[in-house]
């Protein structure tokens, strides 16, 4: 397990991460198709909080797309780098995520995401983040929709409904809402960064054969669970 500190400058306010969200959001690409599903690797991350002990612990977990095999997994702790404040939680997880990824013995191709890209606030999630600072095809797959509206898709697997924002112009298309798994709670898929939503949910469905939530997001959520476990045991020696 990497051991991460706070980044040096890193945004110690509201207003110092909401000027960063504005600078580096001008960055998302939003017009690659992204690699194909089922092909080349997908990894997920995850991050887990002991808030009272003021640790996070970060997992990446590297699955072949084809097989969704384990090729690799990393984890990383380090201290809570923002307080926490809805819209802004990528400031809280970004750099135990980039530690994870990059102690990696190999390229993490796609990363999915458990949360937002384009399906923000200020539409700079996490995936979106992410994918500016590493370059990185990201996505976004969530359990909510956030403060979005959506209609309930169909009951089949692989129905969706766009999941949509008040714009200036109208309602907003910022992901959509899919079912992965006949008559379960969709998912809420949006794009981070040099992936077309049409990929992203194409991707979403290759990852979830079996339950709901895509394997990258579940394989990565166990082992963060366990890291955090293992890193808040008595006697262990805190995060510098």
């Known amino acids: 397990m990497r ?3 706070i980044p040096a400058g890193w945004p110690a306010t509201e207003e110092q991460a909401r000027a960063v969200q504005d600078e580096l959001r001008e960055r998302v690409v939003l017009d690659e198709p992204g690699p194909p599903p089922g092909t080349g690797r997908v990894t997920g991350v995850d991050v887990a909080y002991d808030d009272e002990r003021d640790v996070v612990v970060a997992a990446a977990v ?4 084809a097989t969704l095999d384990v090729v690799a997994e990393t984890t990383a702790v380090g201290r809570i780098s923002f307080p926490y404040v809805p819209g802004l939680l990528a400031f809280r997880e970004i750099p135990t995520v980039l530690a994870a990824l990059d102690a990696l013995p190999c390229t993490p191709g796609l990363v999915v995401c458990d949360g937002y890209g384009l399906a923000h606030p200020r539409r700079f999630g996490l995936a979106s983040h992410l994918g500016v600072l590493t370059g990185l095809a990201t996505i976004g797959v969530a359990k909510n929709p956030f403060t979005f509206s959506y209609e309930e898709p169909g009951d089949r ?3 969706a409904s766009p999941l949509l924002a008040d714009g200036a112009a109208g309602p907003e298309e910022v992901g959509r809402a ?7 709670k969709p998912v809420f898929v949006s794009v981070g960064h040099r992936v077309s939503l049409e990929t992203a949910c194409a991707h979403t469905l290759a990852l979830s054969p079996t339950y709901r939530l895509p394997e990258s997001t579940r394989r990565a959520d166990s082992l963060c669970r366990r890291a955090l476990q293992e890193a808040t045991l008595p006697g262990t020696t805190p995060v510098d």
């Open 3 to 5: 051991t991460v500190r």
């Open 178 to 184: 899919l079912r992965t798994q006949d008559g379960v």
């Open 157 to 159: 697997r692989g129905s």
């Open 62 to 65: 590297v699955l072949d797309a």
